[in-house]
Nanobody, 125 residues
Framework: QVQLVESGGGLVQAGGSLRLSCAASGLSFSSAAMGWFRQAPGKGREFVAA????????FYSDSVLGRFTISRDNAQNTVFLQMNSLKPVDTSVYYC??????????????????WGQGTQVTVSS
């Protein structure tokens, strides 16, 4: 069955960097749009970044634009989120998601049909 497994989260000080990875299996990865979302305690799920099937089109939340970079390696069935200049407000559980219904970049959670279990990112100070 479909599995999305995030990794790379951890504890980092403000201004630091982390690189999240999402390894996908059980789906046609190269035809699916992929996205990253995050959810902090007491808050709803927030869009972070999305990438289309080819990696040629990306879209970011205003809150991370210029600091985060989404990319994908279709040969490895993996999507990445490079997070630089991290701030305490970035502290969240980060989720990888796949939209098999479309290959186009999307930011709406309801259009994604597969989700990973999440990886914790904590930014101190």
């Amino acid at each position: 069955q479909v599995q999305l497994v995030e990794s790379g989260g951890g504890l980092v000080q403000a201004g630091g960097s982390l690189r999240l990875s999402c390894a996908a299996s059980g789906l046609s990865f190269s035809s699916a749009a992929m996205g990253w979302f995050r959810q902090a305690p007491g808050k709803g799920r927030e869009f972070v970044a999305a990438i289309d099937w080819s990696g040629g089109l990306v879209f970011y939340s205003d809150s991370v634009l210029g600091r985060f970079t989404i990319s994908r390696d279709n040969a490895q069935n993996t999507v990445f989120l490079q997070m630089n200049s991290l701030k305490p407000v970035d502290t969240s559980v980060y989720y990888c998601a796949a939209a098999r219904r479309t290959g186009g970049v999307i930011s709406t959670p309801s259009l994604y049909d597969e989700w990973g279990q999440g990886t914790q990112v904590t930014v101190s100070s």
